[in-house]
């Protein structure tokens, strides 16, 4: 069967054939899916990370970006550290981090 006549034969309330608007359908739920996920994370570093998002917020009046370098900064706001010993790094939070540079 060519292009043409198969286009001519689909059934005009299922242009795209069930299998494909299944697909297309799942498609759609899976991107709503990890934009949900993404919110969720976000949510979440933000609860955990208020006293970087202050320190950010301050730093911004006195400084370009809030940042030294282009690279430290990552959305919403990057994390201040407050202290380093050998590998390890703790942020404002107190949270402990190892570092791997």
Do not use: C, N
């Not at 697909?23 to 949900?36: E, F, N, Y």
């Not at 006293?51 to 706001?77: C, D, H, L, N, Q």
């Amino acid at each position: 069967m060519d292009l043409w006549q198969d286009l001519v034969e689909r059934d005009p309330y299922d242009p795209l054939g069930s299998e494909d608007a299944l697909s297309s359908q799942r498609a759609v739920r899976d991107m709503q899916t990890s934009q949900v996920d993404e919110r969720k994370i976000a949510e979440r570093f933000e609860a955990k990370t208020r006293s970087s998002a202050k320190m950010f917020r301050k730093a911004t009046s006195v400084t370009p970006g809030g940042v030294m370098a282009g690279i430290k900064f990552f959305e919403p706001y990057p994390i201040f550290m407050e202290r380093a010993k050998g590998s390890h790094l703790w942020d404002v939070e107190g949270t402990s981090m190892l570092t791997t540079s």
